[in-house]
């Protein structure tokens, strides 16, 4: 226990179920996280106790009764009011209406049976229709597989390009705020809480739904998310693709990289190699760096191996060398004396410009 009052971090399990969708296929680790792991990293080390309780429970924290699985430690005026769940921050959720900053309210007067059958009733997302989404999802006695089918058919209405005027009516209900508490419900359900990421990432193309995320928590549940599930490679992928969406400022991107999304970001891309999560991670890294102001640490190397494993892929390389412009001085504005001469050992982690089209200036 810290002088502060905050507990240790919390204990982790690695959750290795499949998760389908937009989401892709669990990815073996890479042998530079195995080490981690076995010192105590990736979710890092704790007791089995904690794991009992469920959720992201602190260590050598009394569990409160009734809490629904979360170990929380109280923390001072200074916090705003913030509870810390485990090893992220999360807000209490909020009352009122989007005109005084707050979500509005979950109609409580409908039944899980009479949500359910409005909502399938529906066939277009009108204000009934999500009012009835948000109360099936925020009904405690709603299964998972009642909240996996509401999920699925918000997605189907969010299909890219998704409509202005759908979009405007998300941000105007109470289902960011449902489907952010969602993703805490499902914390141990990899499907279910990619569905709730997956609405988020469809949503997010406006900035009123962006900012009802934000102010619901949505970037510390979802880095409680990839906390939890470490080496799922699904559950990585689609955690970058909500960071991406939610960074639509330097507010915004500022705001994770105090919450840790810059390590989160760097561990993802370490656990696996694939295209999508290095593209998303290298996507993510270039906001958090020139609009959160991210430390450079580790980024320089990140961006090197993506583009050493994916050399031939020109959108890979292509982020990747705007974030090396962003962390290396002078990066491809000279070019490299050894290319001219014949050959670079270097290849594609070499800084320097190869050719004149390589220049960060033409």
Not at 22 to 44: I, S, Y
Not at 143 to 150: L, T
Not at 167 to 194: C, D, Q, Y
Not at 225 to 250: A, E, F, T, W, Y
């Amino acid at each position: 226990q810290d002088p502060r009052g905050l507990a240790p971090t919390p204990a982790e399990r690695v959750d290795t179920e499949r998760c389908g969708g937009l989401v892709t296929k669990e990815v073996a680790p890479a042998a530079g996280m195995a080490g981690d792991r076995k010192r105590g990293g990736g979710g890092g080390g704790g007791s089995a106790a904690a794991e009992e309780r469920g959720g992201y429970g602190d260590q050598g924290s009394q569990q409160p009764s009734g809490y629904g699985g979360y170990g929380t430690s109280k923390v001072g005026s200074s916090s705003g009011g913030r509870e810390r769940d485990g090893n992220v921050w999360s807000h209490p959720r909020h009352n009122g209406s989007v005109q005084s900053g707050s979500p509005p309210l979950v109609d409580k007067s409908l039944s899980i049976s009479m949500a359910l059958q409005a909502f399938e009733e529906a066939t277009e997302p009108t204000d009934r229709a999500l009012r009835c989404a948000a109360a099936a999802l925020d009904n405690a006695a709603s299964s998972r597989s009642q909240c996996e089918i509401v999920l699925a058919k918000l997605n189907s209405w969010l299909d890219p390009p998704a409509d202005p005027h759908v979009l405007a009516k998300f941000a105007a209900s109470a289902v960011p705020g449902t489907v952010v508490w969602m993703i805490r419900k499902f914390r141990n359900e990899p499907l279910a809480a990619s569905l709730c990421c997956v609405v988020i990432v469809r949503s997010s193309g406006s900035a009123d739904c962006t900012s009802a995320y934000l102010r619901a928590g949505a970037l510390e549940e979802v880095g409680g998310l990839m906390d939890r599930h470490p080496s799922h490679g699904g559950i990585q992928n689609v955690g970058l693709l909500v960071l991406c969406g939610l960074m639509k400022d330097s507010i915004a991107a500022r705001q994770a990289v105090s919450l840790g999304a810059t390590a989160r970001v760097l561990r993802a891309m370490e656990a696996t190699a694939g295209r999508e999560v290095q593209l998303n991670g290298l996507s993510a890294l270039r906001l958090l760096t020139e609009q959160g102001r991210a430390q450079r640490a580790g980024l320089q190397e990140a961006a090197l191996r993506a583009k050493v494993a994916h050399q031939s892929d020109s959108i890979v390389c292509a982020v990747a060398d705007d974030v090396l412009a962003l962390v290396t001085p002078r990066f491809k504005e000279v070019l490299c004396w050894h290319w001219q001469s014949g050959w670079c050992k270097m290849g594609p982690r070499c800084t320097y410009a190869h050719g004149p089209t390589d220049l960060r200036s033409h």
